[in-house]
């Protein structure tokens, strides 16, 4: 079994930051992509960053220059930084991982259990 836990979750004011952190745990021989996603009140999962093991990030067009993602593969950690927040950014937002268990097994989907972050003065 694998287990991702989120924290950094809040409420802030527009304009402010956030830093999301996700650790990963259990039987885990490689994570292939590690990364972020968020939902809406009334919206689809959407993504919002992801990392490569081999360190290329994606970002949604919506928080490019604003949110910077980082990987620490050895720790099986990510980490999503947000600056100049919007309220339109406010969201429960997941932290996502594929996973390879051993080999040769293929890689499955993980989520996290999600986090609120809020985005209102």
């Known amino acids: 079994q694998v287990q991702l836990v989120e924290s950094g979750g809040g409420l802030v004011q527009p304009g402010g930051s956030l830093r999301l952190s996700c650790a990963a745990s259990g039987k885990i021989f490689r994570i292939s992509t590690m990364g972020w996603y968020r939902q809406a009140p009334g919206k689809e999962r959407e993504l919002v960053a992801v990392?490569?093991?081999?360190?290329?990030?994606n970002y949604a067009n919506a928080v490019k220059g604003r949110f910077t993602i980082s990987r620490d593969n050895a720790k099986n950690t990510v980490a999503l930084q947000m600056n100049n927040l919007k309220p339109e950014d406010t969201a429960v937002y997941y932290c996502?991982?594929?996973?390879?268990?051993?080999?040769?097994?293929?890689?499955?989907?993980?989520w996290g259990q999600g986090t609120q972050v809020t985005v209102s003065s």
């Open positions: 996502y991982a594929a996973v390879v268990p051993a080999l040769p097994l293929l890689e499955n989907d993980h």
């Open positions: 990392s490569s093991d081999y360190g290329t990030a």
